[in-house]
């Protein structure tokens, strides 16, 4: 860092990106902002209406049940995800084809377009066609998650480890293969228990990694929208309209705009700050 | 113990081919067999359902137009990434760390918050429904995150290559595009890789910005789920076409995307 | 605290080693005695590394038998031989403070909480650690960890052998001297067996009281630091060490006299003629070599100053010969005549000395 020289051209440099992102993160931006202190009742006439929908959303009961569905989402998939992913990464094979094969195979999920995964998940989970809806009434369980809401849940977060648990089994595995294995053969003369080495070697040195491994699975679940939508269509009831669906509804679906653009607003601040408190937290302990 | 260690990958893969044995399964079979019994094995072996998709145009035409904004945005992510990711790793100026802050919050923005407001900004520059305007709308969460992955490439190429090349009288342009860009080959790879995968797993902005000419592939299945619910067998064969590129992408950078993680740049 | 001793070792890391260049380590039986400092010195590549982790219990041999004192010890993993082994890049628990690094291999072993702390202590002191101790392990210089790496192996009362492998690769010049001098002290106070791997002969000759050399998976020599330098037992030996190296020119063999240029080259020992040596040589080292009235006639090709000598390359038909001329003694002109000392002059069959 300390031998970056100062040089005021490497504007030019950041231009063409900074142009290409400005006109598609500014002016939707300014849109937003725009619809969300106004009115319009059609014909593009629009009044100034201040706070009203930002005051209005922040007090809408069902604005606050779609942020703690979301939330509740998010915790679960970040609670199950990140542990299953560091064990499988730790007992991934180290070297020889199994690697290739594992490393593969594991990212498969990653690039199904993600309405397709929630159209595999759909045809996969129902009770009547689905093999994992047929497997769980065969073992006496009723299940049917286009009735049920803890069934509906269940699909969700089972979908969601399917989708992105290998992102963090990549990471975690990258992480692991950066250890040295000097580290290994002085833990082993030193007598330390597997857990030890995991608790003294291996989750400091994956620490990076799996910071940003909990970054980008809370910046994207709470961004959800396509998979969730195409399976269960956020229900049955509203039981799985999470922040995004709910935004899609009334943005497009009510045709209400400047409540939807406050609470688009209101969403990206959440985001912003709650990434912003987690990634201070996580450089605060790491300066220690 | 250790001797078991093995199994925990193994079924860990078990349960992520499971879905797509049965979207693979269904894709083989006629409408009739998926909705009339139910059976692990295709009893009526078909290849009806990718016939159709291969001689159907509004199918393979959805294929192909995927595939063009999906390059398109490729390209242009990286080409506008690399000077870019190169003066933050090489420069001090005005403003970088916010600059670069402000990039990646772009990342987080959720799509749908601006779904919205990109029908309305590519209708009123006359892109609405071409290729171009969601390859520019991917550039949104695809340029911080090239940016993001060149940058950690390129600042562990030592200073001191740019400075023997200019002491060797390399102009700046030449030396970035002769000796520059190919010393981080495997960070351009990476880049691309994702770009590619976040461009075409997206579908959200890709189908509010298109209607007819350069409807997605995605889309097109969508459009199948919703209003013609009987033919699953379509449904599937189309979600089993649109792993393929996918899947040989990741088999062809493999190793890169290993070194790209270890960077911790994703 | 016991012997070391290696049995007929050989170790390939192939699964079924066949040519005689699939084995990292060729054939060998060497003792380690108790309490001694041995360096074992070699270029990268000729398997100083794998014999260390066989004897660490790292790697298990392919054949042969490891013992320490009476106790076969070839198939017990690391933690149970009571080891310690610097690596050459320093190992530190990044997590943990100075102290509870000094502690680990103690606690790990269950040992009481107030003798931990006794002995960390005592450690401490005696590497200069003891200021360090609250502080996070992760923020110390290179040097403050190859310490803390070898404190880990000192705190514990039972090691049989304490193993370096490269210790000083990523130490600052000015620093290797400080912390060689320092193992050299804590060897004599604790008298606990030391090997110290490296690829420097100067680090190897200063530490060590016995010097092993290894050259493609064999140990060539084993000795003194004087015996290394009067009398190489390989030819490799005369070359690895000393600066410049040894001369090595071919000789025939007549009637027990070497013969090099067609003159009788006199050694300090009568020669019997080895039939069946593809390769006959004489080594001498250029400290060895004077010029003389009469002898093997040379040319001065280049004289080259090194302080307090002066190395000088004289040819005689192909062959360079190198020689060290103290400095003010005057040089001969363009020819002159050679002599090699006796005393230390040795003829190598095959690349091993002859007795």
Avoid at chain 2, 23 to 32: D, E, V
Avoid at chain 3, 180 to 209: C, N, P
């Amino acid at each position: 860092m300390a031998t970056k020289t100062q040089n005021s051209r490497a504007w030019l440099f950041v231009l063409p990106v900074v142009v290409l992102v400005a006109f598609n993160a500014l002016i939707p931006l300014m849109t937003v902002v725009n619809y969300s202190v106004q009115e319009t009742f059609g014909d593009n006439v629009f009044f100034w209406e201040g706070v009203k929908w930002f005051e209005q959303v922040l007090h809408s009961e069902r604005f606050h049940a779609s942020l703690l569905r979301q939330l509740m989402f998010t915790s679960i998939i970040l609670m199950i995800e990140v542990p299953l992913g560091v064990a499988i990464a730790l007992s991934m094979p180290k070297k020889g084809i199994g690697v290739s094969v594992c490393l593969v195979l594991m990212a498969l999920p990653l690039l199904i377009p993600w309405n397709v995964v929630g159209a595999m998940w759909n045809i996969f989970a129902l009770p009547d066609i689905g093999l994992l809806g047929r497997m769980i009434n065969g073992l006496g369980i009723d299940y049917n998650f286009t009735q049920q809401p803890g069934a509906a849940w269940f699909t969700t977060i089972l979908m969601d480890v399917w989708h992105w648990t290998s992102l963090v089994v990549l990471l975690a595995y990258a992480g692991l293969r950066s250890i040295p294995d000097a580290y290994y053969q002085a833990a082993k003369i030193d007598g330390a228990t597997p857990w030890a080495v995991f608790r003294f070697i291996q989750l400091p040195k994956m620490k990076r990694v799996l910071t940003i491994a909990i970054l980008l699975r809370f910046m994207d679940s709470f961004m959800i929208y396509t998979e969730p939508f195409v399976l269960t269509g956020g229900g049955p009831g509203n039981t799985t309209t999470f922040l995004s669906i709910d935004l899609v509804k009334i943005a497009l679906g009510q045709f209400d705009l400047g409540p939807a653009a406050a609470m688009s607003l209101i969403y990206f601040l959440i985001v912003l700050l709650l990434c912003w408190v987690f990634y201070t937290l996580m450089m605060r302990h790491e300066a220690q | 113990m250790r001797r078991f260690t093995w199994l925990v990958p193994t079924l860990y893969i078990l349960f992520l081919m499971l879905p797509i044995y049965w979207l693979l399964n269904m894709s083989f079979k006629t409408t009739n067999e998926i909705l009339g019994v139910f059976t692990l094995w295709p009893r009526e072996f078909t290849l009806d359902n990718y016939r159709k998709i291969f001689t159907d145009p509004t199918w393979y035409n959805g294929y192909l137009n995927s595939l063009s904004y999906v390059v398109m945005n490729t390209v242009i992510s990286v080409t506008a990434a690399l000077p870019a990711a190169y003066a933050f790793s090489r420069y001090r100026f005005l403003g970088d760390k916010h600059l670069f802050f402000w990039l990646l919050t772009n990342r987080m923005a959720p799509p749908a918050v601006f779904a919205l407001p990109f029908f309305q900004l590519y209708s009123a520059v006359n892109l609405f429904d071409t290729y171009i305007a969601v390859a520019l709308a991917h550039c949104l969460f695809n340029i911080p995150l090239a940016v993001w992955i060149l940058e950690g490439f390129m600042s562990g190429v030592p200073k001191e290559l740019d400075e023997t090349a200019y002491v060797d009288g390399y102009p700046f342009w030449r030396f970035f595009v002769k000796i520059f860009i190919p010393t981080i080959a495997a960070g351009i790879g990476v880049a691309a890789f994702f770009c590619f995968m976040f461009s075409w797993v997206e579908l959200l902005l890709a189908k509010t910005l298109t209607s007819v000419a350069a409807k997605p592939i995605a889309a097109t299945m969508t459009r199948t789920a919703s209003t013609a619910g009987y033919e699953l067998g379509l449904l599937a064969a189309a979600g089993t076409l649109t792993i393929i590129p996918g899947a040989f992408v990741i088999y062809f950078v493999r190793n890169y995307i290993a070194k790209g993680f270890a960077l911790g740049r994703v | 605290m016991s012997e070391i001793s290696l049995r007929e070792l050989r170790h390939s890391y192939l699964e079924t080693p066949q040519a005689d260049a699939d084995w990292a380590l060729k054939k060998m039986s060497v003792d380690w005695s108790e309490g001694g400092a041995y360096a074992l010195l070699g270029p990268s590549g000729c398997g100083k590394t794998t014999l260390l982790n066989i004897i660490s219990g790292l790697l298990t041999p392919t054949e042969g038998e490891v013992w320490f004192g009476d106790k076969n010890v070839t198939n017990m993993p690391p933690d149970q031989r009571n080891i310690a082994q610097v690596f050459q890049f320093p190992v530190v628990y990044d997590t943990m403070t100075v102290y509870e690094n000094l502690c680990f291999p103690l606690r790990n072993r269950g040992i009481p909480a107030a003798e931990v702390d006794r002995k960390v202590r005592e450690i401490a002191a005696m590497l200069d650690l003891d200021e360090m101790l609250p502080r996070r392990a992760s923020g110390l210089t290179a040097d403050g960890k190859q310490k803390i790496s070898l404190g880990r192996g000192l705190v514990r009362s039972d090691v049989n052998v304490i193993m370096f492998d490269e210790p000083l690769t990523v130490i600052d010049p000015h620093l290797k001297w400080v912390l060689r001098s320092k193992l050299k002290e804590l060897h004599q106070r604790i008298g606990t067996t030391m090997i110290y791997v490296t690829h420097d002969q100067t680090e190897a000759l200063t530490f060590a009281d016995q010097v092993v050399v290894m050259h493609e998976g064999t140990v060539v020599q084993i000795g003194t630091p004087v015996d290394l330098f009067e009398r190489p037992r390989h030819t490799f030996v005369g070359h690895f060490i000393g600066s410049p190296g040894m001369n090595v020119l071919p000789c025939e063999i007549e009637n027990g006299t070497p013969l090099f240029a067609g003159q009788p080259i006199p050694v300090g020992h009568a020669i019997a003629h080895r039939d069946g040596a593809e390769r006959l040589e004489i080594g001498v080292r250029p400290e060895f070599i004077s010029f003389a009235a009469e002898g093997i006639p040379v040319e001065i090709v280049k004289v080259s100053d090194a302080g307090r000598y002066s190395i000088v390359d004289a040819r005689h038909g192909e062959h360079v010969i190198k020689l060290l001329v103290p400095e003010g003694d005057s040089l001969p002109a363009e020819s002159a005549h050679i002599h090699f000392d006796p005393g230390h002059t040795q003829v190598y069959a095959d690349g091993w000395m002859v007795n």
